[in-house]
């Protein structure tokens, strides 16, 4: 009965949707104001239709309903119950109804919150939304049905793939899925504004706190994403530039590009047919990124069930809605002013090298992802593009961002006096360089990218902190009221400093992690000890233990360093008993200078029966990108409770005073 | 010329979702990688047999000079799915037409020795890779990989995993192709 409400609330869902796709636009031609208001409950009424279809199939994982064929293909009753939880989006179907989920709810949230923006335009937004809607929601129903029933229904089901039975799983995809699924909203302004045919400063201040939103938890889903790979997986790795992982870092690049290039429009009114772009291209991308996932096109390590009937619906999906939307583009944004001329030393001119830079990197992945597909389809020669292509061609890149970023916010708007701003940080520069030689000193064995990727770290972190430290006048006299100066700079201007230092971080875990990174291989047994990277590891035999639905082999590590005993090490090798696959459990031994990451596996020759493969691996620097990540993820929250957006205080507001009149400049 | 600019996203986008329809249309697997050697003589190398067995050992020149197709079957004897193709390369070395040798990769003499004897022994040569330097040459992912090498000693086809049930029955359809 249950799986039947949800269905039954599903296909009302995508009614309403149609309904939400039609009416309000039809309204806004046709000046009728009810027409033009239905948007808002539309939109929420959504919402909680797919609320209840998406309680309804976690209802069925949390009981273990195994006559839902989604449910047995997935779950296990002895499954523990968080997995039975998160399993819900642990696969295909699932995780379709969570993108929708998430897509309904920012439009109930535009609903709700966005009451500073324009009936008219707002409308249009949550029409362009209620055709994304549309999209998804007869794709769920037509290819891939949660509810679908089986009969008989078996004893038990087929168990969630182990890899995925980890926390990683319940907050790496809703996080993932809030940055993808958060620039549709900023793709919907996008569309509504190339159908108004004006871009004006308020829409760069009304879209940009979704742009925020969006941009942040995908930052902070990458991140999780690499950090699970980095534990889970055990390899000791944490990106691998496989399809999927590219996929979802365009979005990212593009993203951060478009992130900069509002603010540009926002405050000088330039740029806009650019960000509008950059918008649209955005959102294509995170379609993109969902059609190459599901549809088989390309190889990956990551897959879900393929199947080709879907894969043609998402492609009809990604024509209709990128292609007609990039068609509006070049039919609408010839028109739309250019305004805000400046120097070629300006903030502007900085953001549009950022833009440049962070445009032309996302379409190097683009490229390195695609090329075997094109390689294949004109030649029919087949090859894989993997790390050496993207490590040569994106290193130079990143490398030449991080440390241009760095002088960005010195920049004034219009005009701004670079000479002087160099010989202000010069003695920066020459540390920096210092810094650099010193590196190289120490490690004369590592690859020269490392070398200039820590010095670029370091002016990037010093830079950034020596502006923030001028704006807040960190040093002056009045030490006490040191917080209010800090309080009283705009909030988003926080944001700015906390994320750019962010950035240095991950440059800093990167580039350590990747090319000073020592490892060890070994066949031990009771006794055996191995060295790396200073650490005496002795292994000290294996236990056997009982999991709810698994068996595992848990090692014993003694670790120590120069005779002293650190800590215990407990790596594990557990056997699901459902789908009788094994994972590997690493254990880290976590640092801020660098990680201890151990696994144990069965070797894979006989001969060796009773020994085991330890394999130990020392991660320099490695954690700089879970911090630098998380400082990311921070200053976006920061910038987005920037007192200009307004977030949760427009009611009051509008009353007194229709926003929408008002394009002025801000003090940035 | 300014509104042509405006169409660049658009043209791009129209080019990914042409190679994508050709991609999801066409029956293709993207996972399958082929081998780089197919339509290139065979590399060189010249191995050893292995002590112990009457089996002679055999190198490039050896297979040219035959004039024959051959099969060169990459197997061990720590390698589980050999195990499960042994049957379909005994059967196939009944066929007088081929000659069917095997190359011994990574292997450890004894164990190589007692795998042939307890499951029998269908090469006409088998070639001691103990270093897994040949293995390299031919570009192998993992054992067991069999090649159906021509005439003139060019490599035509490249099977990786186990020779049995269906792929068992492509590979005999395009040995007996290869022999027509």
């Known amino acids: ?668 | 010329m300014r509104r042509f600019v405006f169409l660049v996203p658009l043209a791009l986008s129209l080019i990914i979702g042409t190679f994508s329809v050709w991609g999801l249309l066409n029956d293709r697997n993207p996972s399958e990688i082929p081998s780089a050697l197919i339509n290139r003589s065979i590399p060189k190398f010249d191995l050893s047999p292995l002590p112990g067995l009457r089996t002679p050992g055999f190198s490039r020149d050896d297979l040219l000079n035959l004039k024959k197709v051959s099969v060169i079957n990459f197997f061990a004897s720590w390698c589980l799915p050999c195990r499960a193709e042994h049957q379909s390369l005994i059967k196939l070395s009944q066929n007088n037409e081929i000659v069917l040798a095997g190359i011994n990769y990574k292997d450890i003499n004894k164990d190589a020795l007692d795998w042939l004897t307890d499951l029998g022994n269908p090469y006409t040569y088998v070639g001691n890779d103990f270093s897994g330097r040949t293995g390299i040459d031919w570009g192998i992912t993992g054992v067991p990989e069999t090649f159906i090498v021509n005439r003139d000693g060019k490599v035509v086809h490249r099977f990786s995993g186990p020779l049995v049930g269906v792929k068992f029955k492509e590979f005999k359809e395009l040995l007996t192709q290869e022999l027509r």
């Not at chain 1, 032309?360 to 075997?372: D, E, K, Q, R, S």
């Not at chain 1, 916010?409 to 006096?417: G, M, T």
């Not at chain 1, 820590?454 to 006490?480: A, C, I, Q």
């Open chain 1, 1 to 668: 009965m249950i799986p039947e409400l949800g269905q039954f609330s599903l296909v009302l869902a995508l009614l309403i949707a149609i309904a939400q796709s039609t009416l309000p636009i039809i309204g806004v031609t046709r000046e009728n104001t009810i027409w033009i208001n239905s948007a808002k409950y539309l939109a929420l009424l959504q919402f909680f239709l797919v609320l209840i279809a998406f309680m309804a199939l976690m209802r069925s994982y949390i009981v273990s309903d195994f006559t839902v064929t989604n449910v047995v293909n997935n779950s296990h009753s002895k499954k523990p119950l968080l997995y039975k939880i998160v399993g819900t989006w642990g696969n295909h179907e699932g995780s379709i109804l969570l993108w929708v989920l998430i897509l309904v709810s920012f439009g109930g949230a535009l609903s709700l919150f966005g009451s500073n923006i324009p009936t008219r335009l707002r409308a249009r937004v949550l029409s362009v939304q209620g055709w994304i809607c549309v999209g998804f929601i007869s794709f769920m129903l037509f290819t891939s049905n949660p509810f679908e029933r089986t009969f008989p229904p078996p004893l038990n089901g087929n168990d969630l793939n182990p890899l995925l039975q980890d926390i990683g799983l319940a907050i790496h995809p809703p996080l993932l899925y809030v940055g993808y699924v958060g620039f549709s909203i900023v793709f919907s302004f996008a569309v509504a504004a190339l159908m108004e045919g004006e871009v004006s400063s308020a829409w760069a201040r009304w879209v940009r706190p979704w742009i925020l939103i969006a941009w942040t938890s995908l930052s902070a889903g990458i991140a999780l994403g690499a950090w699970w790979a980095y534990y889970e997986l055990g390899w000791g790795g944490w990106w691998f530039w496989d399809p999927v992982e590219n996929v979802s870092f365009m979005p990212w690049l593009v993203g951060t590009a478009l992130l900069h290039s509002a603010i540009v429009t926002e405050k000088r009114g330039a740029f806009k047919a650019w960000t509008v772009l950059l918008a649209i291209l955005t959102f294509s991308l995170s379609l993109l990124g969902t059609f190459i996932v599901r549809s088989g096109l390309l190889t990956s390590v990551h897959s879900f069930a393929v199947d080709p009937e879907r894969g043609i619906y998402i492609l009809i999906l990604l024509a209709v809605s990128i292609g007609g939307s990039l068609l509006l583009f070049a039919y609408r944004a010839p028109s739309l002013e250019s305004g805000g001329l400046f120097s070629p030393i300006s903030r502007e001119s900085g953001l549009l090298l950022n833009n440049l830079f962070l445009t032309t990197a996302a379409a190097i992945v683009l490229f390195g992802t695609l090329y075997p597909l094109f390689l294949e389809g004109i030649t029919g020669e087949k090859i894989s593009v993997g790390p050496p292509f993207f490590n040569i061609s994106f290193t130079p890149i990143g490398l030449l961002l991080g440390s241009t970023m760095a002088i960005g916010p010195y920049l004034k708007w219009n005009r701004a006096d670079l000479a002087g701003v160099l010989s202000r940080i010069k003695f920066l520069i020459f540390i920096s360089l210092g810094v650099s030689l010193f590196v190289w000193y120490l490690k004369s064995s590592g690859p020269a990218f490392a070398i200039i990727g820590v010095g670029v770290s370091f002016w990037l972190f010093t830079s950034t902190f020596f502006e923030w430290m001028d704006r807040v006048r960190l040093f002056n006299k009045n030490y006490f009221n040191i917080f209010k100066r800090i309080k009283s700079q705009p909030r988003s201007a926080n944001g700015m400093t906390i994320a750019h230092l962010g950035m240095s971080f991950i440059i800093l875990g990167v580039v350590g992690s990747s090319a000073w990174k020592e490892e060890v291989i070994s066949f031990v047994e009771k006794g055996s000890q191995l060295e790396v990277a200073g650490f005496l590891v002795t292994f000290e035999g294996v236990t056997i233990h009982q999991g709810p639905n698994y068996n595992s082999e848990k090692a014993t590590l003694k670790v120590e360093k120069e005779g002293k005993f650190l800590e215990n090490l407990y790596p594990e090798r557990r056997l699901y008993l459902a789908t009788g696959t094994s994972t590997t459990e690493s254990a880290i031994r976590q640092s801020l200078a660098g990680d201890l990451y151990v696994t144990i596996s069965e070797p894979a020759n006989n001969k060796f029966k009773g020994k085991w493969v330890l394999r130990l691996i020392y991660e320099p620097l490695v954690n700089f990108i879970w911090l630098g990540a998380s400082f990311l993820a921070l200053g976006g929250i920061i910038s987005i409770t920037d007192r200009r957006y307004k977030i949760g205080r427009t009611f009051k507001y509008r009353r007194t005073k229709p926003i929408n009149k008002v394009v002025g400049l801000d003090n940035f």
